[in-house]
């Protein structure tokens, strides 16, 4: 059974940094592109960031470039997401997906979904 | 603002049949991805690609798509698709994914 769970989420202050983890067990990871996907509060679904298997292709929202980097340890069964300079706007649950396809850059059809974890950016 | 369009609020009939629609440029070139999403819980697939429902996913579930549209159909809604509906697929340029607003299904 796939299992991904997230950690890492909290209350920062605006300018601030935390890093997401996911980790996934029950496949195996490092044949699947990953992706983060969030939502914030009463609001839809954005797509974050996505990363090959191997971890040598990523893909940013233009909305989140330049601050948020998505990384993958696929020896410890572990896909992370650093977030810089963390703004109010920054603020929903993140949830790590995994492709439901094997071999190939994520294609957004997210077949298995975390429970998610909460990010605050307020002071 | 979103490159895939849907209507925010859709309703329908128990029993009856929903189609619930995705608009959107990139769809004239890549299939569109649906979601259900039940209050506090994270979001599950429904119905992806030219025509393939997940497993466990209830045949009352469709896809179909022309032109840059993209249609879920729900045969026979059942209470327990209350939910909220979200389409994906990539933008217009094809390098970056994107979802739709989402649709909030009442079945009465």
């Known amino acids: 059974e796939v299992q991904l769970l997230e950690s890492g989420g909290g209350l920062v202050q605006p300018g601030g940094s935390l890093r997401l983890s996911c980790a996934a067990s029950g496949f195996t990871f490092s044949s699947y592109a990953m992706s983060w996907v969030r939502q914030a509060p009463g609001k839809g679904l954005e797509w974050v960031s996505s990363?090959?298997?191997?971890?040598?292709?990523?893909y940013y929202a233009d909305s989140v470039k330049g601050r948020l980097t998505i990384s993958r340890d696929n020896s410890k069964n572990e896909l992370y997401l650093q977030v810089n300079s963390l703004r109010a706007d920054d603020t929903a649950v993140y949830y790590c997906a995994k492709d439901l396809f094997s071999g190939y850059d994520s294609r957004g059809v997210f077949d298995s979904w975390g429970q998610g974890t909460l990010v605050t950016g307020s002071s | 603002s979103s490159e895939l369009t849907q209507d925010p609020t859709v309703s329908v009939a128990l029993g009856q049949t929903v189609r619930i629609t995705c608009r959107g440029d990139s769809l004239g070139s890549y299939y569109a991805t649906w979601y259900q999403q039940k209050p506090g819980q994270a979001p599950i697939l429904v119905f992806y690609?030219?025509?393939n429902r997940p497993s466990g996913i209830p045949g009352r579930f469709s896809g179909s798509s022309s032109g840059n549209t993209a249609s879920l159909t729900i045969t026979g809604a059942q209470a327990e698709d209350e939910a909220d509906y979200y389409c994906?697929?990539?933008?217009?340029?094809?390098?970056?994914?994107?979802f739709g607003g989402g649709t909030k299904l009442t079945v009465l």
């Open positions: 990363i090959s298997g191997s971890g040598g292709s990523t």
């Open positions: 994906n697929s990539r933008d217009s340029s094809g390098n970056h994914l994107v």
């Open positions: 690609g030219h025509n």
